[in-house]
């Protein structure tokens, strides 16, 4: 495989198997430096053990795969120097408190003293934790914990940053707390490989998209593309006279050729991810006297788009392939 410079993960047929359930099979990836790569699937699905074979934690059973220019076998050490990774959980000692840990962490990474301290004060005043810096972890919130994980993971800024699903179990603050560090990250110059099973986390974050199931990648785009390949959009009006409802629905049948039924008297909707033609229907609606009050053109969500390409929601987890992934070496 020759180098391409502009790839900080270049990966082509990975592939990793426990006993004989196949986690990794023949995954390819190619994640551009400095932008945010989703991989979208849920609880099993192989993303744990793609992390851990780019992070030259466990061997690849067939496959190549450069990191940062690197070869994960040949060259790990290499790897390894412009890395962080960030599991599912916090790995922080709970008995320090949140300054120690990243003096901690700091120290066995070569910073000097005076350097180590100035760094540690500066993480905790980034990610909203001077206040608690002095308490021992053991003390602070689930979403406290992560920050501090994530903080801990770039007391040496990383090149490239693997983060395994950062959010599960935080409630909505603290999720879009992380999602802030996170962009903080990016528009410094790190690219960052993001885990989740999230579909709403993908959206925000990510610049391009690979949807896993079952250890393959079954598609792979930025969000807008993903949603544009597997269904059309819809156009949602609201009428301000629920009686001109039937003459409405007529107009939108005409268009569009179906109009979805609504509990709401005054709002109609009908498949169309076309903005020419959802203009043209809201100036026939217009022309024939029918008045709304608003309209939408609403692409599919990123949890539609999973059910279509697996068959499955997203929150699914073939249970055999989990436990070797939790379980496995």
Known sequence: MTPDASLAIEAAGLFKSFGDTKAVDGVDLAVRRGTVYGVLGPNGAGKTTMIRMLATLIRQDAGTARVLG???????DAVRAGISLTGQFASVDEDLTGRENLILIGRLLGLKRKEVKDRAAELLEAFGLS??????????????????????????????MFLDEPTTGLDPRSRNQVWGIIRGLVSGGTTILLCTQYLEEADQLADRV???????????????????????????????????????????????????????????SATCSDPGRAAAAIAQLAAAGVEITGFSLAQPSLDEVFLALTGHPSAESPDRTASVEENGP
């Open 70 to 76: 690197h070869d994960i076998l040949a060259k790990a």
């Open 131 to 160: 206040e608690a810096g002095g308490r021992l972890v053991k003390t602070y919130s689930g979403g406290m914990r992560r920050r501090l994980d994530i903080a801990a993971s770039v007391v040496v800024t990383p090149q490239l």
């Open 210 to 268: 690979a949807v896993i199931d079952r250890g393959r990648v079954i598609a792979e785009g930025t969000p807008a593309q993903l949603k544009t390949s597997v269904g059309s959009g819809a156009l949602q009006v609201r009428l301000l006279d629920p009686d001109q409802r039937t003459e409405a629905a007529a107009i939108l049948v005409r268009e569009f050729g179906a109009v979805s039924p609504d509990t709401d008297p005054a709002a109609l």
